[in-house]
């Protein structure tokens, strides 16, 4: 371990000074130990201390863009909260390089059961430090945050509260598998993350890393086996003091385990806070530093700041190209929230519509009607037997799958919580995947699009299901979200109807008077799809069928917000 070093806070009027400790050693049960670097007042304590572990490499400095709220300095680090910041409001920081990366020794596997079993043995070992008060908090965007909800999973006693900030929950549900589908951007992700550490300068301190064959059993278990089981958030088990917070543009990712966290976990305090845009730009806000500090200087310095006699839920309202307002409410979903159905009309369409258009009506059609597309993609060159590679360069097939639109609203209408979409299908093969995408249409038939995670255009909302996995949990379901099993995989035999529900995850937006409600339903990602395309080579051959009205009750059900709340 290199000596502590003290350094001046910024910014210059806060009289504290940074007290630097780098390389210390975080002795693990097994004899491993984990590198760790530590920012700390002046002074002899005890200190509150706020937590991350990870593989990101504590030592890599983050050069952060110039719009972002806080100052860029040497010690800022990719996702984790900013010590020339923090430090000065009377806390200690701790960043670990998890096992096997950085420069911490062993193999790395990411969010596994050891790396949940070292966070717990890292947070304890921190509360019994000199200059700790013994009361540890967590906090951190994405990685960061996912590794919180497991190792909360196991109770580490020095764990009084956490801000899991824009994290997923399941690895099976939220990030690998979108209703079975296999989400690309995860292992494009774990080979990034590879490359980063056996071919960059983290080689130096771990040339073997990397063993554990991540890759083979993500993609091997696309099932929910139980294979995942240290990899999902057990909420029963999950009794800590918790903000959590969601990202509206965060389909794709991390959103939904949000949102779960909050209606699911067994924790008595518990906030839930939703908003919008960049990944990363909103947790190093003015707004959203104060509600983190906040919540921690409540419970893990027993200020009665009252926070917690605050309406739980803050939630930013989407108006459309990004604008909006903050609205606090008392739970989620909304308790006075008009579940309304919106029946698919697919009677022929007018001479002037597309082929593949139809209707999204209050009242449900008496007669049945159906509407059958190509389950194939026009790709070149072998592209569309391969992957969504070529979609995600834009290269959308027009006329793919069906669009279905409300007619022009007559008012405004807010549209916040779960949305799930129930209707029956059919396929000329064994198996279907279907790509349900929510838009916002002008009156001039223009997308009104938002900015989303990584900074690029996204649509409304978005759900998944490849059909052979729609078998439900009976116990989690609940009317507005499907909860599916994923435990065995329904075959579909060529002509069979059978009835599905999609889980669309969780939005807010303001349609505005005059504009369209519109539901894609197609076999392959559709617009907005940028960074979150999907592997489904199996099953774009063959016709798929979409049934609707008569005895094949088919519709979209949205979360409407009476008027009056949505400015």
């Known amino acids: 371990m290199n000596a502590p070093t003290t350094i001046a806070a910024q910014p210059a009027d806060t009289a504290a000074r940074i007290v630097i400790e780098?390389?210390?050693?975080?002795?693990?049960?097994?004899?491993?130990?984990?590198?760790a670097d530590i920012f700390r007042p002046e002074g002899d304590g005890p200190f509150p201390v706020i937590m991350n572990l990870g593989p990101y490499q504590k030592d890599k400095i983050w050069v952060?863009?110039?719009d972002l709220a806080e100052k860029a300095n040497p010690l800022m680090n990719w996702e984790t909260v900013n010590p020339e910041w923090w430090v000065p409001r009377g806390y200690a920081l701790i960043r670990v390089d998890a096992r096997g990366t950085g420069k911490s020794p062993g193999q790395?596997?990411?969010?596994?059961h050891q790396e949940a079993v070292d966070y717990y043995d890292a947070i304890e070992w921190a509360a019994k430090q000199p200059w700790s008060s013994g009361r540890i908090g967590l906090s951190g965007i994405s990685y960061f945050a996912i590794n919180q909800w497991f190792v909360a999973n196991l109770q580490p006693p020095s764990l009084k509260a956490m801000i899991p900030w824009e994290g997923f929950a399941d690895l099976y549900r939220d990030a690998l598998f979108h209703g079975g589908i296999l989400n690309l951007f995860m292992t494009n992700w774990f080979v990034t993350h590879m490359m980063h550490h056996l071919l960059g300068r983290a080689y130096r301190h771990n040339p073997d890393t990397f063993q554990t064959n991540t890759l083979w059993k993500w993609i091997r278990n696309s099932l929910d086996s139980g294979a995942f089981r240290g990899e999902q958030a057990q909420w029963d088990k999950i009794t800590v003091p918790f903000l959590t917070v969601g990202n509206w543009s965060g389909m794709g990712l991390h959103m939904r385990g949000n949102s779960e966290a909050f209606m699911r976990a067994a924790s008595r305090h518990k906030k839930l806070r939703m908003h919008a845009g960049n990944h990363v730009h909103p947790f190093y806000t003015e707004d959203g530093r104060n509600d983190q500090l906040r919540f921690f200087d409540h419970w893990l310095k027993g200020e009665a700041n009252g926070v917690m006699d605050e309406p739980?839920?803050?939630l930013w309202i989407r108006q459309g190209d990004s604008k909006g307002f903050w609205r606090h409410e008392n739970e989620w979903p909304l308790a006075r929230t008009k579940w309304t159905k919106f029946h698919f009309d697919l009677a022929p369409p007018r001479a002037d519509q597309p082929k593949n258009s139809g209707g999204l009506i209050l009242e449900p059609p008496t007669e049945a009607?159906?509407?059958?597309y190509f389950a194939s993609g026009a790709g070149k060159a072998g592209q569309a037997s391969a992957s969504s590679t070529f979609l995600a360069a834009?290269?959308?097939m027009a006329g793919m799958g069906i669009a279905l639109e409300t007619p022009p609203l007559e008012e405004d209408v807010e549209v916040t919580g779960p949305v799930m979409a129930k209707f029956w299908v059919e396929s000329s093969t064994e198996d279907m995947d279907l790509f349900l995408t929510l838009r916002n249409i002008d009156p001039d038939g223009n997308d009104v699009f938002e900015v989303g995670q990584q900074g690029q255009q996204v649509p409304v909302a978005k759900g998944w299901l490849r059909v052979s996995?729609?078998?439900l949990d009976p116990e989690l379901s609940r009317p507005y979200r499907p909860y599916h099993a994923h435990k065995r995989r329904l075959w579909l035999t060529p002509g069979e109807k059978v009835e599905v529900q999609v889980e669309v995850w969780p939005t807010s937006m303001v349609f505005r008077k005059g504009h369209r409600i519109r539901l894609d339903i197609?076999?392959?990602d559709g617009l907005g799809s940028i960074h979150y395309t999907h592997y489904h080579a199996d099953y774009n051959t063959g016709h798929n069928t979409i049934h609707a009205g008569g005895a094949h009750e088919s519709y979209l059900l949205l979360p409407i917000i009476p008027a009056g709340s949505h400015g």
């Open 469 to 471: 996995h729609r078998e």
């Open 108 to 112: 790395g596997e990411p969010w596994s």
């Open 22 to 35: 780098r390389d210390v050693d975080i002795p693990m049960r097994d004899g491993v130990t984990l590198k």
């Open 312 to 314: 739980p839920v803050k």
């Open 64 to 66: 952060p863009p110039d």
């Open 394 to 396: 834009g290269a959308m």
């Open 369 to 372: 009607a159906s509407r059958t």
């Open 522 to 524: 197609q076999p392959r």
